[in-house]
Nanobody, 116 residues
Framework: QVQLVESGGGLVQPGGSLRLSCAASGINFTIYSMGWYRQAPEKQRELVAAITSGGSTNYADSVKGRFTISRDNAKSTVYLQMNSLKPEDTAVYYC??????????WGQGTQVTVSS
């Protein structure tokens, strides 16, 4: 049974930081690229950051320089370090496996709220 379990969300003031984690089980984590997505109310889900199995990364323009994606293959976990948070970063954040040839899986999401 494949599971992706996100954690680390919460309420933070503008300018603050959070680190999201996504722990995977039931898959060979090391062969998957991984992505972090977010969905704000009444908006489409968007890709925030992605990391390949080899560690190459890419980011949405809106988070470049503020967010960092990383992975720990020994722990089957992908992280999203979010700094200098803004109210517009408020959303539910999801992790997802990124494969063009295998079935992909989503986590259940974790809420991030940036508000004073």
């Amino acid at each position: 049974q494949v599971q992706l379990v996100e954690s680390g969300g919460g309420l933070v003031q503008p300018g603050g930081s959070l680190r999201l984690s996504c722990a995977a089980s039931g898959i060979n984590f090391t062969i998957y690229s991984m992505g972090w997505y977010r969905q704000a109310p009444e908006k489409q889900r968007e890709l925030v950051a992605a990391i390949t199995s080899g560690g190459s990364t890419n980011y949405a323009d809106s988070v470049k320089g503020r967010f960092t994606i990383s992975r720990d293959n020994a722990k089957s976990t992908v992280y999203l370090q979010m700094n200098s948070l803004k109210p517009e970063d408020t959303a539910v954040y999801y992790c997802k496996t990124e494969s063009r040839t295998r079935r992909n899986y989503w986590g259940q999401g974790t809420q991030v709220t940036v508000s004073s």
